[in-house]
């Protein structure tokens, strides 16, 4: 099957392969306030949500299978109240996404990155239909079209990138979204 030996083992980033890898989300992570797993599209485990830092920090936690904290979620929005941010094991900003100004609709995020160019965030952001773009270039689509169940949605993530990354900024979006 197409890329059975990537499944195995290999995570992060993949410059090599520009094939798609698609996982399969479940809405409002953040009430569910346990570990959660964010599965591939064939049902392999990929990431760990570990939600039980939330009671103590507010924190949800991205893991590797193998339990290495990757990329911490802040879910208490910072300050204002349309913003949020991702952070490295060693508490630096990754990504501060902010709702865009202009869009009253809900329509448009922005993730300011520490490293790299900003990724736009457009569409049906409610309804977990929407697109992420580095310099007007797809890296990312969500959608429910793939799923037939219920409050799940797809995640597809262009080769390249880093999926534990963006599958975060999927998860603040959701956050930033349901509120």
């Known amino acids: 099957g197409r890329g059975d030996a990537k499944d195995e083992g290999k995570l992060g980033a993949k410059a090599e392969d520009h094939t798609p890898d698609r996982y399969k989300m479940k809405e409002k992570i953040f009430d569910i306030g346990d570990d959660y797993w964010i599965e591939t599209e064939k049902g392999r485990r990929a990431y760990k949500v570990d939600g039980k830092a939330l009671h103590l920090r507010n924190t949800l936690i991205l893991e590797d299978p193998r339990g290495q904290a990757l990329y911490e979620i802040q879910s208490k929005v910072i300050a204002v ?11 630096r900003d990754a990504a501060v996404i902010k709702h865009a100004l202009v869009s009253p609709l809900r329509d448009r995020m922005t993730a300011n990155m520490a490293d790299g160019a900003d990724i736009d965030i457009r569409g049906n952001l409610l309804n977990h239909e929407y697109t992420m773009e580095r310099r007007g270039k797809r890296i990312c689509e969500v959608s429910k079209r793939w799923l037939a169940i219920r409050d799940t949605y797809t995640v597809e993530i262009d080769g390249g990138e880093d999926d534990a990354l963006i599958l975060a900024l999927t998860v603040v979006v959701d956050q930033m979204c349901s509120d």
């Open 81 to 91: 109240k349309d913003k949020m941010a991702v952070t490295n094991p060693r508490g």
